[in-house]
């Protein structure tokens, strides 16, 4: 007993010096890994956005701004924890099995580990409480290996043999997250329910906590063991009485968790916000229901945990929090650690396979649009069979009774859905632009612009390279601008404000509604926003919803390239400039971090490319090392030329064909342009909008609509059309009953003016350019998303049918 005595308090001492040394590394090491404030608001701009202080049920539907941060810092943390090479042990294991990311080598060095480590299968006895078998158990069975029989020894018999006489209390949750991973046996289920109860019976009574020598931390593990057993009598009761204890007692302004007069370290923050996530509780939202409270996943993000410096074990534990949250955001039922509990990870993989699907029909799309070979019968071929793997897989995992075989089916669909390729064939005909006619004159935004639908008489040389044909169900009427307000859209950029520019707490701007503003400012100081949708407010204004990357704060204010500009490089830069007073680092890694030299100011660097990362951008220079892209830190004085994305400054609308046009009679000046070949109108209005880039190079001729007969059915959809900060067009269009949403595209850009250009047709369809805004290469994230009725369908916009007052939204993404 003197021994157990002694093992348990050595072990508390053992693991707070652990904790506070883990919670203090996290900021030194942040703070030594970044030479400066600057890069390290650009790499927390990673995690610290997307959430939003919203009440009550609005914070659903802006959970996919959440998603995004925690999917980005799980990447980096698996990217870290893959790393370790054969140093991989079981934790590691565990999460990279929850991350999709774990390969065969990988299992194998996390066995070797388990096998060298636990104290029992190494040749010893009862671990330090516990901890060792917890974490071999969870490495054993995330890899497919029976912890009943590891090299012919037993280790779950050696748990059990423990939970009959605990070590300590510690001990009790350790053997009973291990014993809960599965079901192995009467003796082990005879254990659970023995420690089940003694854990609850060990609940105060007055606090709802459970009391330690840290009462966070031992609190958190509690409930995540209990999660793992809510069938067992009591088990609701308690979580929920701890839960709302936790919420009283422990939970901080700033999203961690810390006793009243204790201080806060990342471990616990880490610890809590995955038990109480295994409870069913929405991390992604704050706990109390306080505009000044932030999210615990916000809090988890906030502090960088997977940077470089930091305990192995605090970095596996963050990602292991953030991995159980996501899990529990898309419908996961308890602790992700209760690998045979009926049902438990079935809602979230159902969820996953679905969202694999619809990435990898993108991914077709837009890989043909860079390959001469892919046919559009190929591309249809190729999206069919991901519908087909789709269909056999959600057979599967509705049919699956335990997590770790619909974890096991997900990841095997998944797998095949990435096998899925297009089938090569001789390059397509060229096609022959349709031969243009004298389009008519429509006025948009006060900006007079030439229509130029092409001659219904002219014919193409390939049929399957346009998008209408003599059968097609694209009549057009003359399109009304809507005075409604453009639904939002999700643009997920950032931006730096030029000017003063004033933040409101509603769309509706009135001196009441004024919550701060901001003062013009040097480049190096512009405040930073991120853009989170983007609508036209009840006076008529085009504004912003956005998150003040510094503060958090949240609000609208009027957006447009008079305001504000995006905080990234994202040209073909080739030289830059550093501009931040204290200096930049150059790192080994995209996500920037190993550090390899500090860069002072005015020192000029020769960039390779510009990697896109996210929300925001680097650059990789010339020595293989990346930088950040922040224009507050740096200033590109070398940028490569591209012939296809020319942007004047004056607003103008080209397109091809034979026409004069007449300027508006509001016109500051009035110009006239008659011309052969391209017509050119140009408004100097002082009420024209200058955030409208409408030049664009070559663009592919647009073949003219079918007029309906009067008898033909028609339906009316909106189209709201957004890049750079600015609505390009916004309105409403008739078309013919059965047009998909390209259709209504291409429609709505040929009265407006807009020039449009696209590839392929039907299912292959995929637009390539507005107004200049052009796709990038195959394989990058430059182009153009469209949603229907705030939703972004799983198939190209020639293969959606449209019904009546749908309302389609195209943004360009950067």
Known sequence: MKRKQFLYWFSIVLGIFLIFSSGGNSSRADAASRADAASRADVASAYNYGLTKAKGPKINSEVYTVS??????????????????????????????????????????????????????????????????????????????????????????????????????????????????????????????????????????????????????????????????????????????????????????????????????????????NALASAGVNVYAPLKDKTDYVAPVQRVLDQHLFSAGNSAMLIQQATLALEQ?????????????????????????????????????RSIIRSSISDPQATAAAVNDAINLVDKILVTYLSKLRADSTSSAAIADRAAGVKELNNVTVSHAAPATPVTPATPVTPPTVTNNNVTVVNNPASSSSASSSSSATSTSSSSSVPISTPTVSGKPVKKASHRSIVYALTTVKLYRSSNFTKSNLTKTYKKRARINRPMFLVISQQTNKQGHAIYRVKDMNSGKTGYTLSGSKYFAHAYYSAKVTRIKVINPKGINEYGKVNLTSKKRHVKKNASLSVRKVVNYGLYNRMQLTNGRYITANKKLILATKIKKSSQNTRPSTPTATT????????????????????????????????????????????????????????????????????????????????SSGASAFDALQAFAQQQGLALTYKGSGATTYVTGINGYNAGPAGTMTGWLYSVNGTEPGSSMGAYTLKDGDSISMTYNK
Not at 225 to 243: E, F, R
Not at 336 to 352: L, S
Not at 665 to 692: C, F, K
Request: hydrophobic letters at 35%.
């Open 68 to 273: 995004d941060a925690v999917d980005s810092a799980i990447s980096a943390e698996l990217a870290e924890i893959a790393q370790k090479g054969p140093k991989i042990d079981a934790w590691d294991a565990t999460c990279l099995v929850f991350g999709d990311r774990i390969t065969d080598s990988q299992a194998q060095y996390a066995y070797e580990s388990i096998l060298k480590n636990n104290d029992f299968l190494s040749g010893g006895s009862q671990g330090l409480n516990g901890i060792s078998d917890v974490s071999a158990v969870n490495g054993l069975v995330a890899i497919g290996k029976d912890p009943t029989n590891v090299n012919g020894k037993n280790l779950v018999a050696n748990i059990v043999k423990d939970a009959n006489n605990p070590a300590s209390d510690y001990s009790i949750v350790n053997d009973l997250e291990a014993l809960s991973t599965g079901s192995y046996g009467q003796a082990s289920e005879t254990a659970r329910t023995s420690l089940t109860k003694k854990l609850i019976g060990m609940q105060d009574q007055k606090t709802g906590l459970w009391n330690g020598f840290d009462k966070v931390d031992y609190t958190a593990r509690a409930i995540l063991a209990l999660s793992m057993n809510t069938n067992q009598p009591g088990v609701a009761d308690a979580l929920n009485t701890a839960v709302k204890a936790v919420s009283n007692h422990f939970y901080q302004k700033n999203g961690g968790f810390a006793e009243m007069h204790g201080a806060e370290n990342a471990y616990n923050d880490v610890t809590m916000t």
């Open 325 to 361: 949250a996501r899990f529990t955001s898309k419908g996961g039922k308890g602790s992700i650690f209760a690998f045979n509990q009926t049902d438990a990870a079935k809602p979230g993989e159902i969820v996953n396979i679905k969202d694999a699907a619809i990435a990898k029909k």
């Open 656 to 735: 091809t064909g034979t026409s004069t046009s007449t300027p508006p009679t509001n016109s500051g000046s009035t110009a006239t342009t008659a011309t052969t070949g391209t017509t050119t109108t140009t408004n100097n209005s002082p009420s024209a909008t200058p955030t409208l880039p409408v030049a664009l190079t070559n663009p592919v001729a647009l073949t003219n609509p079918v007029t309906p007969s009067n008898d033909a059915k028609t339906i009316t959809t909106t189209i709201s059309i957004h890049a750079d900060g600015a609505t390009i067009a916004s309105g409403s269009i008739k078309v």
